[in-house]
């Protein structure tokens, strides 16, 4: 049998007391101190110090044997004075002696000798490995072999720790990431056994993770109705998603959109994309889904194709009776009096003020949406004369109302632009009479203080019910009632008005109830005296 010298035996016991910490995942630094107490006794050193390359190619010390964890700090010159030297297989010290003398005496310590190694990877420095022995010793070709054992272990230690680090912190960044996106993100593994569902998911579906995770994706994702492509189930069984060659690099995915009963039994418009993982065989290994919600985009598409359908036919009316009077005028086969033909005219005239005052209409909106408010032609602006002209112009569209200006003839002129301020009190007017169907009165009343002037227009007409009123200012709004069935209208009246009151730092505002007629105020600021 062979005799193994005696430091041999002790080396190799050492080393796989080292291999079993390491790989029984202690933490690294108790499998740095481990190491270090183990190239104490065997190079029968003092004190020992591992000291750790940090950002910047500092080094700071990780683990100590023989001086207390607070009298750390005494290392600080040495191991600044620590320079790397890759190229060279390692690192140099300056003046190291002396550092060590400054230690021992910070430590009131007797150290003689110290004797030092780098912990290398792949030719880089991880570390330094510290044994400090009070006595000046040889330091053989043997010791120099036990230490760089250790050497190597406190490496690989060292080295798998920081990639575990790194790993969990991406780890870590990842899920953070999935957990807040805005979007749903659902992990399933290849039998669509959900493993992973974020928090917009709950939000999304009513149903919590906890109750989601281990479910099969049918149990949870349960459409009432799909519109576009088609469900998981459905695109699996019809070849999505099957093995394939590793060469593809584009991502396989499939799309659904619908409506999704959600948990508590109502529905939701959503649009998922899946997107199948394969491992390296080709295999199928999870499937993500990405769950948008659509339920604005939906109702925009909705506005949009109510608002071009409303337009249309807001447009098409006045046409129509434009060219129905124009072509009766010029039938060559009847002779019209002078009373009749002025009438065909005045609704002629009418209708393509009309006409002219919906397009100025739609150009501002859709101006107002690219670009914002501007006001262009700032100026004195007389209300009273304004309102006037106003209500004079609409007083001709009909004889069942009667328009009523009360304002106090000192009303002050204020600051604005003449031409968006007279579209304002036109869309109030004609709102107060197109509401008010069984006519009646329409009143425009005003008054002022040091700070501003009020216009109010109240009607006798329909009202507008509570649950409209916080909406009547938005862009396409329109009271869903028998009436604004029957009116036309596009939604924008008001919407506009609204806005070019503000683009003054004006406000307005409604009062109204069903059947209780309506009133808006509208408030513009007055010049600071
Ligand atoms: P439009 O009149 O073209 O529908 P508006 O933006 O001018 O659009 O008005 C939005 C909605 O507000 C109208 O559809 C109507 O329901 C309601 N509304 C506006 N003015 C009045 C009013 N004077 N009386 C009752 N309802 C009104």
């Not at 000798?113 to 912990?119: E, H, S, Y």
């Not at 304002?407 to 107060?432: E, K, M």
């Not at 507008?464 to 009246?493: K, V």
């Not at 683009?503 to 109204?512: D, F, K, L, P």
Request: with cysteine; proline share 3%.
């Amino acid at each position: 049998m062979l005799m193994l010298p005696d430091y041999r035996v002790r080396q190799r016991d050492y080393l796989l007391e080292i291999a079993r910490a390491l790989t029984s995942r202690l933490d690294v630094s108790e499998v740095l101190r481990l190491i270090l107490g183990a190239s104490l006794a065997m190079l029968g050193g003092e004190v020992g110090l591992i000291a750790l390359r940090e950002a910047e190619d500092r080094f700071r010390a990780r683990a100590s044997v023989g001086v207390p964890p607070e009298k750390l700090h005494v290392f600080k010159p040495l191991l600044e004075s620590i320079a790397l030297d890759e190229q060279h297989g390692g690192i140099q010290y300056h003046q190291l002696d002396l550092k060590m003398r400054l230690v021992a005496r910070a430590l009131d310590m007797r150290l003689r000798q110290a004797i030092t190694l780098p912990m290398l990877m792949g030719g880089q420095v991880l570390g330094v490995i510290f044994v400090f022995r009070s006595y000046v010793g040889e330091y053989s070709a043997n010791d120099q072999s036990i230490l760089q054992s250790f050497a190597d272990q406190a490496a690989i230690a060292v080295h798998n720790a920081q990639l575990y680090e790194r790993l969990s912190a991406e780890q870590q960044r990842l899920s953070a990431i999935l957990e807040h996106s805005a979007d749903g993100v659902l992990i399933m593994d290849a039998s669509q056994r959900i493993i992973g569902f974020n928090k917009a998911l709950e939000r999304i579906t009513g149903w919590s993770q906890a109750q989601a995770l281990g479910q099969l994706h049918d149990s949870i994702i349960f459409w009432e109705r799909v519109e576009l492509g088609q469900p998981l189930g459905a695109a699996l069984a019809s070849g999505w998603a099957q093995r394939r060659g590793a060469e593809e690099d584009e991502p396989d995915t499939c799309y659904v959109e619908g409506d999704l009963r959600r948990r508590d039994g109502s529905r939701i418009s959503l649009g998922i994309t899946y997107t199948a993982l394969f491992d390296d065989d080709g295999r199928l290994q999870n499937i993500i889904a990405n769950v948008r919600d659509i339920t604005h985009f939906r109702r925009a598409q909705e506005a949009k194709s109510a608002f071009i359908s409303a337009i249309s036919h807001e447009l098409k009316t006045p046409v129509a009776l434009i060219k129905g009077y124009a072509s009766t005028l010029r039938r060559e086969d009847a002779h019209w009096d002078e009373a009749t033909v002025q009438r065909a005219l005045a609704v002629i005239e009418d209708e393509a003020d009309r006409l002219a005052g919906l397009i100025d209409n739609l150009l501002a909106a859709s101006k107002l949406q690219a670009e914002g408010m501007r006001l262009t032609q700032i100026g004195e602006v007389d209300l009273i004369a304004l309102i006037a002209q106003a209500a004079e112009r609409l007083q001709t569209q009909s004889d069942k109302h009667r328009l009523i200006v009360q304002l106090p003839p000192d009303l002050p002129t204020i600051q604005g632009d003449a031409v968006r301020l007279r579209q304002v009190f036109d869309n109030l007017l004609s709102n107060a009479i197109k509401y008010s169907p069984d006519g009646g009165e329409i009143r425009i009343s005003g008054s002022y203080d040091a700070h501003g002037v009020t216009i109010s227009v109240s009607d006798q007409g329909v009202g507008i019910a509570p649950e409209d009123l916080p909406h009547i200012f938005e862009r396409f709004y329109r009271a869903d009632n028998a009436l604004s069935r029957r009116t036309q209208g596009a939604g924008l009246g008001l919407y506009l008005a609204n806005a070019f009151v503000k683009a003054h730092n004006g406000t307005i505002s409604v009062e109204s109830a069903p059947h209780k007629g309506s009133t808006f105020h509208v408030w513009l600021p007055r010049p600071p005296v």
